[in-house]
């Protein structure tokens, strides 16, 4: 069974991710990691940031980004990136686009991908119902992603219906995942996805199925 590892709280979570990150970025080899949004990773990329490691060799791919928004929106996640790590470190940036997949496999695939969890267990944007052989394209987001992201949005109805996600192939084949989740609101999703049936219905349960994966947990 897998096992969830619990952190006391989100500051030492944040810190012991950063660590594991850090730890290879430090060793010199090239390094692609993909690389989450949202609010769970917010305090890694801080503790990254603070760590002032070279980022010449890292290569980070995104896992995500809404369709029809301008980059340079404050919720876009091209922005997002640029305010919690790009700004900081000179790396060399990816985001997802139709040909990713290949993109990712010339640079010598995902090393370690972090991942967060959707209260209704999507990771990056698979929504429920995502084929587990899907690679980067277009989807629509759930209703259940969009009221959870309104909260970053002025209004519901500014939220994007769209987004371009690495699929769960893509992600299946990083030689490491790292998944992080903070929250009750989490629990339930994250035990009923690593715990229970592997189904299309909660696409981060796919994840049993890799053999290189650390759970983080904190309340
Ligand atoms: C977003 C992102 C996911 C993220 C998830 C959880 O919609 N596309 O990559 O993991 O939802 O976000 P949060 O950490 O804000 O709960």
Redesign the pocket.
Known sequence: MITIQYLKNYEEMSRYVATLVSIRIQSGEPFNIGT??????VGMYKELVAKNLNWNKVHTFN??EYVNIDHQHPQSYHNFMWENLHKYVDTNIHFPHVEYDTEIGAAGGLDLTI?????NG????NEPGSEFGSTTRVVNLSQQ?IV??SRFFDSIDQVPTQ?I?MGLHTIMKSRQVLLIA?GQK?LDILKKALWEKVTTEIPASILQFHPNLRVFYCD
């Open positions: 989450p949004t949202g609010g769970t990773p896992l995500d991942l967060g969890i959707g209260t999507h990771i990056a944007f992603t959870d992201n987004a996600t903070q989490k």
